[in-house]
Protein backbone atom coordinates (compact mmCIF):
# COMPACT_ATOMS: atom_id res chain seq x y z
CA UNK A 1 0.00 0.00 0.00
CA UNK A 2 1.16 3.69 -0.76
CA UNK A 3 0.09 6.59 1.13
CA UNK A 4 0.32 10.38 0.71
CA UNK A 5 -0.23 12.52 3.80
CA UNK A 6 -0.41 16.20 3.77
CA UNK A 7 0.09 18.62 7.03
CA UNK A 8 0.31 21.94 7.49
CA UNK A 9 -3.32 23.46 6.39
CA UNK A 10 -5.17 26.13 8.48
CA UNK A 11 -6.53 29.36 9.35
CA UNK A 12 -4.18 32.33 8.64
CA UNK A 13 -4.87 36.33 7.42
CA UNK A 14 -4.17 37.68 4.32
CA UNK A 15 -0.42 38.53 3.78
CA UNK A 16 0.59 35.70 6.37
CA UNK A 17 2.63 32.56 5.84
CA UNK A 18 2.19 28.61 5.56
CA UNK A 19 3.94 25.70 4.64
CA UNK A 20 2.60 22.23 3.73
CA UNK A 21 3.75 19.01 3.94
CA UNK A 22 3.27 15.67 2.10
CA UNK A 23 5.00 12.32 3.01
CA UNK A 24 4.74 9.85 0.88
CA UNK A 25 4.66 6.15 2.69
CA UNK A 26 4.40 2.27 2.09
CA UNK A 27 5.41 0.21 -0.45
CA UNK A 28 7.37 2.63 -3.35
CA UNK A 29 10.23 1.69 -5.13
CA UNK A 30 10.32 5.26 -6.72
CA UNK A 31 9.10 8.73 -7.12
CA UNK A 32 8.95 10.88 -10.12
CA UNK A 33 7.55 13.79 -10.07
CA UNK A 34 5.56 15.11 -7.36
CA UNK A 35 2.99 18.63 -6.52
CA UNK A 36 0.41 20.46 -4.90
CA UNK A 37 -3.08 20.95 -6.83
CA UNK A 38 -5.75 22.88 -4.90
CA UNK A 39 -9.81 23.25 -5.62
CA UNK A 40 -11.86 26.29 -4.07
CA UNK A 41 -15.66 25.59 -3.56
CA UNK A 42 -17.37 25.43 -7.09
CA UNK A 43 -13.59 25.45 -9.01
CA UNK A 44 -12.31 22.88 -10.81
CA UNK A 45 -8.68 21.45 -9.52
CA UNK A 46 -6.04 23.43 -10.64
CA UNK A 47 -2.30 23.18 -10.79
CA UNK A 48 -0.27 25.02 -8.14
CA UNK A 49 3.06 23.93 -8.57
CA UNK A 50 5.06 20.71 -9.50
CA UNK A 51 9.23 19.01 -8.97
CA UNK A 52 10.62 16.72 -10.89
CA UNK A 53 12.99 14.05 -9.18
CA UNK A 54 15.61 16.31 -10.38
CA UNK A 55 14.69 19.57 -9.14
CA UNK A 56 12.98 21.14 -11.81
CA UNK A 57 9.75 23.25 -11.02
CA UNK A 58 6.50 24.60 -12.57
CA UNK A 59 3.98 27.04 -10.97
CA UNK A 60 0.98 28.15 -12.06
CA UNK A 61 0.38 31.37 -13.13
CA UNK A 62 -1.41 32.79 -9.72
CA UNK A 63 1.14 31.80 -7.43
CA UNK A 64 4.39 32.57 -8.81
CA UNK A 65 6.66 34.56 -7.14
CA UNK A 66 5.04 33.92 -3.79
CA UNK A 67 5.06 29.95 -3.21
CA UNK A 68 8.21 28.07 -3.22
CA UNK A 69 8.30 23.82 -3.65
CA UNK A 70 11.23 21.55 -2.85
CA UNK A 71 11.33 18.13 -1.67
CA UNK A 72 13.46 15.62 0.24
CA UNK A 73 13.83 12.46 -1.69
CA UNK A 74 15.53 11.02 0.94
CA UNK A 75 12.11 11.29 2.75
CA UNK A 76 10.10 11.04 0.26
CA UNK A 77 8.62 14.07 1.36
CA UNK A 78 7.28 17.60 -0.94
CA UNK A 79 6.58 20.54 0.58
CA UNK A 80 4.92 23.71 -0.26
CA UNK A 81 5.93 27.16 1.22
CA UNK A 82 3.46 29.62 0.63
CA UNK A 83 3.91 33.35 1.36
CA UNK A 84 1.94 36.44 0.72
CA UNK A 85 -1.23 34.27 1.04
CA UNK A 86 -4.44 36.15 -0.27
CA UNK A 87 -8.07 35.27 0.21
CA UNK A 88 -8.26 33.47 -3.06
CA UNK A 89 -5.76 30.99 -1.97
CA UNK A 90 -8.28 29.43 0.02
CA UNK A 91 -9.00 25.56 -1.23
CA UNK A 92 -8.10 22.08 -0.33
CA UNK A 93 -4.47 21.66 -1.19
CA UNK A 94 -3.79 17.95 -2.54
CA UNK A 95 -0.83 16.46 -2.94
CA UNK A 96 0.28 14.26 -5.73
CA UNK A 97 3.15 12.21 -6.63
CA UNK A 98 3.88 9.85 -9.79
CA UNK A 99 5.04 7.01 -8.64
CA UNK A 100 5.89 2.79 -8.95
CA UNK A 101 5.11 0.57 -5.93
CA UNK A 102 7.30 -2.71 -4.88
CA UNK A 103 4.06 -4.77 -6.45
CA UNK A 104 2.99 -2.83 -9.58
CA UNK A 105 6.45 -0.94 -11.44
CA UNK A 106 3.93 1.14 -13.61
CA UNK A 107 4.22 4.67 -13.11
CA UNK A 108 1.10 5.26 -11.41
CA UNK A 109 -0.81 8.78 -9.36
CA UNK A 110 -1.49 8.89 -6.35
CA UNK A 111 -3.10 11.37 -4.44
CA UNK A 112 -3.39 12.48 -0.63
CA UNK A 113 -6.62 13.60 1.00
CA UNK A 114 -6.10 17.31 1.08
CA UNK A 115 -5.91 20.08 3.82
CA UNK A 116 -7.98 23.22 3.76
CA UNK A 117 -6.51 26.17 3.66
CA UNK A 118 -8.12 29.20 4.29
CA UNK A 119 -6.92 33.07 4.82
CA UNK A 120 -8.83 35.40 5.43
CA UNK A 121 -9.16 39.30 4.37
Known amino acids: QVQLVESGGGLVQAGESLRLSCAASGSIFSINAMGWYRQAPGKQRELVAAITSSGSTNYGDSVKGRFTISRDNAKNTVYLQMNSLKPEDTAVYYC???????????????WGKGTLVTVSS
Open 96 to 110: KAELRSDYDRRWINY
